[in-house]
């Protein structure tokens, strides 16, 4: 179906400070207006993503931004005459914005979660901050980025309708393959996490301790001032998406590191895992189910349990070994795990869902004819 109107509410479209949510709406979303769809993205103006906006005028759909709740009344004919209407994990107030939404709109309503096990986890506790159970089946769709047997938990324990998995993807127009002198034999590019730091430990820092001949980088916010970095591991605060490729052509491997939610669920590829693989640049990530799935072991990906596998690597690879596995892994990104190939998958089940809705319309008027 072309020329749907969808509204989305979501963590932040105009900030990729401290998270990855928006690198992953842009990619999605601008694949997605491509397929000559509209789109208004709706953002809680926050001051600390306000104080960090890299974009503002985004060219691919209407951005507005809303002070709280209440605000959101600016939007209920938008919300309301709405194709589709879809609301994002870690919204501010996303319970009862998810509620304002489903009684709003009169298209189809999906929730699309970036983070699907920690939003389990979080209700497996109680704890509502942007979804609650009883908000899920009114979901028509439930699009998450973890797939795996956690798509038939959500079916069958929390009653969704249709769950389907949405990974993240990359635009490969802003992540190209680029030629850079190597800073650093191993980088990594995340926000600080507390259950991500031991990973980060065993797989980076351990391994820059034992080798002070080599060069290493940890870049992203948030990383506590007691941390004990060696000396030959760089720190950058914040490294802005446009300089993204930079970073990865400037790295011989680069670390993908996986929360522990994540890992205990499976099938939780991380955004960073298909930027960096977009770049030719070989990647070593930690172990869970499904990674085999995104990218082939030995192959395409390395794999590495601890610090001596990390070494055996930065040590004995060389050149052609490292330029065959960046351009194995950018070839199997570009095929499979495109934000076009997030787009249509997109619109596909948008329009399952609609379809399905006008059938359960149907059905009482047929059941009485």
């Given at each position: 179906?072309?020329?749907?109107?969808?509204?989305?509410?979501?963590?932040?479209?105009?900030?990729?400070?401290?998270?990855?949510?928006?690198?992953?709406?842009?990619?999605?979303?601008?694949?997605?207006?491509?397929?000559?769809?509209?789109?208004?993205?709706?953002?809680?103006?926050?001051?600390?993503?306000?104080?960090?906006?890299?974009?503002?005028?985004?060219?691919?759909c209407h951005l507005e931004f809303y002070s709280s709740l209440q605000d959101l009344a600016r939007?209920?004919?938008?919300?309301?005459?709405?194709?589709?209407?879809?609301?994002?994990?870690y919204v501010p107030e996303g319970v009862p914005v998810g509620r304002w939404v489903q009684d709003?709109?009169?298209?189809?309503?999906?929730?699309?979660?970036?983070?699907?096990?920690?939003?389990?986890?979080?209700?497996?506790?109680?704890?509502?901050?942007?979804?609650?159970?009883?908000?899920?089946?009114?979901?028509?769709?439930?699009?998450?980025?973890?797939?795996?047997?956690?798509?038939?938990?959500?079916?069958?324990?929390?009653?969704?309708?249709?769950?389907?998995?949405?990974?993240?993807?990359?635009?490969?127009?802003?992540?190209?393959?680029?030629?850079?002198?190597?800073?650093?034999?191993?980088?990594?590019?995340?926000?600080?996490?507390?259950?991500?730091?031991?990973?980060?430990?065993?797989?980076?820092?351990?391994?820059?301790?034992?080798?002070?001949?080599?060069?290493?980088?940890?870049?992203?916010?948030?990383?506590?001032?007691?941390?004990?970095?060696?000396?030959?591991?760089?720190?950058?605060?914040?490294?802005?998406?446009?300089?993204?490729?930079?970073?990865?052509?400037?790295?011989?491997?680069?670390?993908?590191?996986?929360?522990?939610?994540?890992?205990?669920?499976?099938?939780?590829?991380?955004?960073?895992?298909?930027?960096?693989?977009?770049?030719?640049?070989?990647?070593?990530?930690?172990?869970?189910?499904?990674?085999?799935?995104?990218?082939?072991?030995?192959?395409?990906?390395?794999?590495?349990?601890?610090?001596?596998?990390?070494?055996?690597?930065?040590?004995?690879?060389?050149?052609?070994?490292?330029?065959?596995?960046?351009?194995?892994?950018?070839?199997?990104?570009?095929?499979?795990?495109?934000?076009?190939?997030?787009?249509?998958?997109?619109?596909?089940?948008?329009?399952?869902?609609?379809?399905?809705?006008?059938?359960?319309?149907?059905?009482?008027?047929?059941?009485?004819?």
């Open positions: 179906m072309k020329g749907m109107r969808v509204v989305v509410l979501g963590l932040s479209l105009s900030s990729s400070w401290g998270n990855g949510h928006a690198t992953t709406f842009r990619a999605l979303l601008k694949a997605f207006a491509a397929r000559g769809h509209d789109v208004l993205f709706l953002e809680r103006d926050v001051p600390w993503y306000a104080a960090h906006r890299d974009l503002t005028s985004p060219d691919f939007y209920r004919e938008s919300v309301a005459s709405a194709d589709a209407v879809i609301v994002g994990s709003t709109a009169t298209g189809v309503v999906a929730f699309y979660d970036i983070d699907t096990p920690v939003t389990l986890a979080k209700l497996e506790k109680g704890d509502y901050e942007y979804l609650s159970p009883e908000l899920i089946p009114n979901y028509d769709v439930y699009f998450s980025f973890t797939g795996g047997p956690t798509l038939h938990l959500l079916m069958d324990r929390y009653k969704s309708p249709a769950a389907h998995a949405l990974y993240c993807s990359v635009d490969p127009d802003l992540y190209p393959a680029l030629v850079r002198r190597k800073q650093w034999d191993l980088s990594y590019l995340g926000t600080y996490s507390p259950d991500r730091q031991p990973t980060l430990e065993r797989l980076l820092i351990e391994p820059a301790r034992r080798a002070p001949n080599l060069r290493f980088v940890v870049a992203g916010p948030q990383y506590p001032a007691d941390i004990d970095w060696p000396a030959n591991v760089d720190r950058i605060d914040h490294v802005p998406p446009s300089k993204h490729p930079d970073f990865y052509a400037a790295s011989r491997f680069t670390l993908n590191v996986t929360r522990a939610d994540m890992i205990r669920a499976g099938y939780s590829p991380s955004v960073r895992l298909f930027e960096a693989a977009a770049c030719a640049t070989p990647i070593i990530s930690d172990i869970w189910d499904g990674i085999d799935t995104i990218l082939e072991p030995n192959r395409e990906i390395v794999l590495a349990r601890g610090a001596d596998q990390v070494m055996e690597v930065l040590g004995g690879w060389d050149e052609a070994q490292l330029m065959a596995m960046g351009c194995a892994a950018r070839q199997r990104i570009l095929a499979e795990h495109t934000a076009s190939h997030r787009a249509a998958s997109m619109e596909r089940d948008l329009v399952q869902a609609r379809r399905r809705r006008e059938q359960e319309h149907r059905l009482p008027l047929e059941a009485g004819a």
